[in-house]
Nanobody, 114 residues
Framework: QVQLVESGGGLVQPGGSLRLSCAAS????????MGWYRQSPGKQRELLAA???????NYADSVKGRFTISRDNAKNTVYLQMNSLKSEDTAVYYC????????WGQGTQVTVSS
């Protein structure tokens, strides 16, 4: 079973920044691309960004140019640097493999509000 532990969320003003972290099981981290997802109330969970074990990244249009995904293979950790945050970025953020495994972590809440 995949173990995923997200952290780093919080309350931030519009235009601010946050850095999310996700510690993942070693068993999957070195094999699969890792992604950051988010889910807002009443909306489906969406994939925001992904990074391959070799470091190739891709982004959803909604976050391109504002968010940066990275991974530290030695620490089995994936990061999401979020800049220029907007109110519509408010959501619970999750990491998982891409495509996602059946099990999810608890997520971390990001609230963008003045």
């Amino acid at each position: 079973q995949v173990q995923l532990v997200e952290s780093g969320g919080g309350l931030v003003q519009p235009g601010g920044s946050l850095r999310l972290s996700c510690a993942a099981s070693r068993s999957v981290f070195s094999i699969f691309p890792m992604g950051w997802y988010r889910q807002s109330p009443g909306k489906q969970r969406e994939l925001l960004a992904a990074v391959t074990p070799g470091g190739i990244t891709n982004y959803a249009d909604s976050v391109k140019g504002r968010f940066t995904i990275s991974r530290d293979n030695a620490k089995n950790t994936v990061y999401l640097q979020m800049n220029s945050l907007k109110s519509e970025d408010t959501a619970v953020y999750y990491c998982n493999t891409k495509p996602p495994a059946n099990s999810w972590g608890q997520g971390t809440q990001v609230t963008v509000s003045s």
